[in-house]
C-alpha cells in the first residue's frame, strides 16, 4: 500500500501543478468531507462541487504566487483491505522552489475500481 500511496501523492502534485479543479477532484470520492484546521466541515455531494471547491483554493494559491507544492513525512495506517489513513506535511511553492505555506493533513482513502479516492480530509489544528 506504501508504494500505491506515494504514486497517488506524486499523481497528486502533478495535477496540482496544472491548477484544475476538475482534475484534482478526480481524486475524491463522492460525497467528500473536509474538515479545516479550524474545525469546520464541509460537505461536498458531487463531483462538480468538489471540483468549484479546489478550483476556488487554487485561484487563492495562485494569487499568492504558488506555483507548484510537494509533500513529505507520509504516514499511514491500515483501515482493513480496502481503507486507509494517510497523514502528509505539505508545502506550497513559489516560481523558484521556496516555501510559502506548510500544513500537515489526513486522509481517509478508500480502493475502488478506480483505485484510491479521498473521501474525508483533516487538516491538522496548530
Same mark, same amino acid.
Request: glycine share 8%.
Given at each position: 500500500?506504501? /508504494?500505491?500511496?506515494?504514486?497517488?501523492?506524486?499523481?497528486?502534485?502533478?495535477?496540482?501543478?496544472?491548477?484544475?479543479?476538475?482534475?484534482?477532484?478526480?481524486?475524491?470520492?463522492?460525497?467528500?468531507?473536509?474538515?479545516?484546521?479550524?474545525?469546520?466541515?464541509?460537505a461536498?455531494?458531487?463531483a462538480?462541487?468538489?471540483? %468549484?471547491?479546489?478550483?476556488?483554493?487554487?485561484?487563492?494559491?495562485?494569487?499568492?504566487?504558488?506555483? #507548484?507544492?510537494r509533500?513529505?513525512?507520509?504516514?499511514?495506517?491500515?483501515?482493513?483491505?480496502? #481503507?486507509?489513513?494517510?497523514?502528509? /506535511?505539505?508545502?506550497?511553492?513559489?516560481?523558484?522552489?521556496?516555501?510559502?505555506?506548510?500544513?500537515?493533513?489526513s486522509?481517509?482513502?478508500?480502493?475502488? %475500481?478506480?483505485?484510491l479516492?479521498?473521501?474525508?480530509s /483533516?487538516?491538522?489544528?496548530?
Amino acid at each position: 500500500m506504501s /508504494t500505491e500511496l506515494e504514486t497517488f501523492f506524486d499523481d497528486f502534485v502533478r495535477a496540482f501543478a496544472r491548477f484544475d479543479g476538475a482534475l484534482i477532484a478526480r481524486r475524491y470520492a463522492t460525497p467528500y468531507l473536509a474538515l479545516d484546521a479550524a474545525g469546520q466541515a464541509r460537505a461536498f455531494a458531487t463531483a462538480e462541487a468538489i471540483a %468549484g471547491y479546489f478550483q476556488s483554493v487554487l485561484d487563492h494559491y495562485a494569487a499568492q504566487g504558488c506555483r #507548484s507544492c510537494r509533500y513529505h513525512s507520509l504516514e499511514t495506517v491500515s483501515l482493513g483491505s480496502a #481503507s486507509v489513513l494517510a497523514s502528509v /506535511t505539505w508545502e506550497l511553492l513559489d516560481g523558484e522552489g521556496r516555501t510559502l505555506a506548510s500544513w500537515r493533513e489526513s486522509y481517509n482513502l478508500k480502493r475502488g %475500481g478506480e483505485g484510491l479516492r479521498i473521501y474525508a480530509s /483533516t487538516d491538522h489544528a496548530e
